[in-house]
């Protein structure tokens, strides 16, 4: 009984681990746009550009590397139209970011409907030798495919970079008060621009790990509201790329969770079980809001307007 308790564990943080990448990939993008000072809610358009594109271009070129390029550009491109709204023409944030979603929606529904159920070999899994084999933990970290590392090397060099850097400690100027940073002479559309356009690469490639390597096919709408979590799970995190992956992973071990307990004919209705991730999305925004008000950047939200 222990052995199959043990093993039930193991799975469901193994999946919760594969789960809560895409996740943690559209968080860590988001992370730093707000930390600039711009919210896009266009988070989860971004993600759809980047399943459907990096999809397309795997299933012509067989490519990963190709087709994760074409992921992270499809979601820097979209994401740049929000930041040349927002910052450029200085239109409201959510509005933006609410109506870019829906028109990646229709563009990747559109440009996508030749690939659907279309079978492509994906990115394969890539064991890490010796510590794959570590008792209980090796499956669970170390026996993943090669996007799932990078998350969470990315959530590293992100905490670095925001912490322990000049370009850090600027997009933080940024997105505290801008008038204040361009009166140090700190130029702040540029930052913002760069800022949101990362958060793009990200989503894209958060939508790429999903139709390249979690489910290995194309499907209209696939993120399933992802993007929004992602966003969501920003106050979670406190704007801090290690709480992010925390937050990822709880969400991934829920929604896995919740998977295992339906292939296990849980008399519980599925579809209750199907709201359990989303439930604890809703738990954790609540918290997050509560417990770290103060973390968020002062100047999210606001609108820059250069003077001179």
């Not at 600039?36 to 990963?64: E, K, R, S």
């Not at 659907?116 to 990115?123: E, T, Y």
């Not at 570590?134 to 090397?153: K, Q």
């Not at 071990?253 to 209750?272: E, V």
Request: with cysteine.
């Amino acid at each position: 009984m222990i052995e199959i308790a043990l093993a039930l564990i193991q799975g469901v943080l193994a999946a919760g681990v594969r789960a809560g990448t895409p996740i943690l990939y559209a968080m860590l993008g988001e992370i730093v746009s707000e930390r600039a000072g711009v919210v896009n809610l266009g988070t989860d358009g971004a993600m759809l550009m980047g399943a459907c594109f990096g999809f397309i271009t795997m299933a012509h070129t067989q490519d990963p590397f190709l087709s994760l390029l074409a992921a992270a550009l499809a979601g820097a491109g979209i994401s740049l139209i929000h930041a040349f709204m927002v910052v450029t023409l200085r239109a409201n944030q959510i509005a933006s970011g609410l109506a870019l979603t829906f028109l990646s929606l229709g563009i990747t529904s559109f440009i996508g409907r030749p690939y659907v159920k279309r079978a492509i070999d994906g990115i394969a899994q890539w064991s890490v030798p010796v510590l794959s084999k570590i008792p209980f933990l090796g499956p669970i970290l170390f026996r993943h495919d090669i996007l799932v590392y990078g998350a969470y090397l990315c959530a590293l060099l992100i905490w670095f970079f925001l912490f322990y850097t000049r370009g850090g400690l600027v997009l933080r100027a940024v997105g505290e008060n801008s008038s204040v940073a361009f009166a140090m002479g700190i130029r702040v559309r540029r930052v913002q621009y760069l800022a949101v356009a990362f958060g793009g690469i990200c989503a894209g490639l958060a939508g790429a790990y999903l139709s390249l390597a979690y489910t290995r096919t194309w499907v209209e709408g696939m993120t399933n509201g992802r993007g929004i979590i992602a966003v969501a799970l920003v106050i979670f995190s406190a704007w801090h790329p290690f709480w992010g992956a925390i937050g990822a992973i709880l969400f991934g071990t829920t929604f896995a969770f919740q998977l295992q307990l339906q292939a296990r004919g849980m008399t519980l209705s599925p579809y209750f079980l199907d709201m359990l991730p989303y439930l604890f999305t809703l738990f954790a925004l609540l918290m997050g809001a509560k417990m770290r008000r103060h973390e968020m950047p002062e100047g999210i939200k606001k609108v820059f307007e250069e003077v001179g």
